[in-house]
């Protein structure tokens, strides 16, 4: 019985941390994931608004000034996706059970990327860069900076964010976007 209760425990702190992820994300982007279109007179999810918001990339958006927050929002709605498909795959007896930790883990590893990337991101912020946005990817970060090369340190920033992201510095790429033209 202790057993099937720590399963039960376990699962409920991934739920519930999962659930704060979600809930905190919708705050603080605005709650644009509830905001249904006004045409849509029984509030049904649109399916055409919905795949064109899932092609959109950074790149994208309508003035440089709004590929920062654009990139973020498209990083939380794809991590909100794989993870709810990984929560599933926790969740279903028809799945093998090292199918079901492997999809536990990867849940973790995702969490704590997010709270890394978060990190690093107010790290760089609080040396007065107005935006910058980190992608973690298996064993290497790419920090996007809103500014130029030549104004900013590029070895005082890879020497600032490699400890949190637990990276080397030549594991760290970084990019710099001049938004004032």
């Known amino acids: 019985m202790v057993v099937e209760f720590r399963k039960v425990k376990k699962f409920a702190v991934i739920t519930g941390l999962l659930l704060v992820i979600i809930v905190g ?4 982007w605005g709650g644009q994931s509830s905001k249904e279109p006004a045409d849509n007179p029984d509030n049904i999810p649109d399916k055409t608004v919905t795949s064109e918001k ?12 709004d590929f920062f927050a654009e990139y973020r929002l498209q990083r939380e709605q794809s991590r909100s996706r794989e993870l709810q498909v990984l929560q599933e ?8 059970k090292a199918t079901r930790e492997a999809a536990s883990m990867k849940i973790m590893r995702i969490m704590e990327d997010r709270e890394k990337e978060i990190k690093a ?19 290497m970060s790419t920090v996007i900076i809103e500014g130029s090369k030549a104004a900013i340190n590029e070895d005082d920033i890879k020497d600032l964010v490699a400890p949190v992201l637990k990276l080397k510095d030549n594991e760290i790429c970084m990019v710099f976007r001049n938004t004032e033209q």
């Open 25 to 28: 994300a919708n705050v603080f």
């Open 121 to 139: 991101e107010n790290l760089v912020k609080s040396r007065g860069i107005e935006e910058c946005v980190i992608i973690s990817e298996g064993g």
């Open 89 to 96: 795959l926790t969740r279903s007896e028809e799945q093998s």
């Open 54 to 65: 899932k092609e959109i990339t950074p790149v994208d958006a309508s003035s440089e000034a």
